[in-house]
């Protein structure tokens, strides 16, 4: 419970967003002696970008959990519970406990929810049959239990869901490091796997798009666009996909497997996309470069329940953060808005075992690396970065509210274009 009921900042959500942005705020705002809170229902944090590690059996799921109450910063208050429903013209939400709470500014991150019951038979096959998902923390190390159990004449399945959702390469991330996983093992040529996906194609930036075409052939991976998974029948190992584009479009076949990695389709929570906040599509209505709210002046959003069009990734929100903090106290302070995003994103794609290529890009899909290196290169020295440096910077330096980063090049021009 609050131990007030009206704060200067409230934050929903204690996610990556919601805890960088609060310790942020907390370091910056001087002399003001703001009242801050977090509202977060759950007691576990976990740091997300490993679990494609952990379903690979390269990370330990452990190190992927911290405890919330540790992770809010001194001098914020964690409001244990869920906002149920948002007031903006009063300055004020709802709490699952019935009580409100009323803020002088609003800061909205609630992250995307896994919705499983958009795949017929889902919630029901996971965690048995064969059926996995990196996405979900419950079924990370049944990811892996999966993968050590294929032997010769397996055939496995790796699903990519209809956009947005979280980290756009993860899916294929897994498809990679199974079949290094199988190859390693000396039963790859032996195996049958497929990437199975709803885009029509690899990657959204062409750059990264036709280095990756060259990785899924090099791990004789069958790649098939415009496959939506609409039903998993886990009892008798068999998946339904439906066909989104091209002269078959519409129609439906069936597959067999002995593991199918699932990539749920998500979305905002219900509260936010039932709330006045939301912009038609469900998402917090934001300017894509300030970050504000489109027409609530005292509200802002970042992450991914939020509507600007950049990948949805923790990179997004290590750049985010600051341009929030710094417009809220110029919005306090009266000043006008000056520090925007770029739409700034990286997806470290793990192609194997020790290699990484490092897609780095801001919005329109312009490449923007943060390396003097060749971006389509995949490298050991990113798969350290991956693997140990991230989340050490994660825990240590981003979620402390610490904000000096390298700059991306904005300037960099394709050679291949």
Known sequence: MADQTKFNVLIIGGGTAGITVASSLAKRQGSRKLSIAVVEPQNDHYYQPALTLVGAGAYSLDKTRRQEGKLVPSGVQWINSKATAFDPDNNGITLDSGETLGYDYLVVCPGLCLDWDKIEGAAQSLGSNGVCSNYDPRYTEYSWQCLQNLEPGSKALFTQAPLPFKCPGAPQKMAYLSADYLRKKGIGAECDLHFLTHAPGMFAVPLF??????????HKINVHFQHNLVAIDGENRRATFEVVGGENSGSRL??????????????????IKNSPLANEAGFVDLDQGTMRHTRYGNVFGLGDAGSTPNSKTAAAIRKQSPVVVKNLLKVMDGRS???TYDGYASCPLTTA??????AEFCYGGKVTPTFPLNPAKERWSYWWIKATG??????????KGREWFLKHNVDFVDPTQ
Do not use: C, N
């Open 209 to 218: 798009a036709k280095e990756l075409v060259k990785v899924a052939e090099r």
């Open 337 to 339: 808005l000056e520090d």
């Open 254 to 271: 069936d597959i067999e497997f002995d593991m199918l990695h699932v990539t749920p389709p998500q979305s905002p929570p219900a509260e």
């Open 353 to 358: 075992y020790g290699k990484v290529l490092m």
């Open 390 to 399: 991230l989340p050490i910077f994660y825990w240590h330096y981003m979620l």
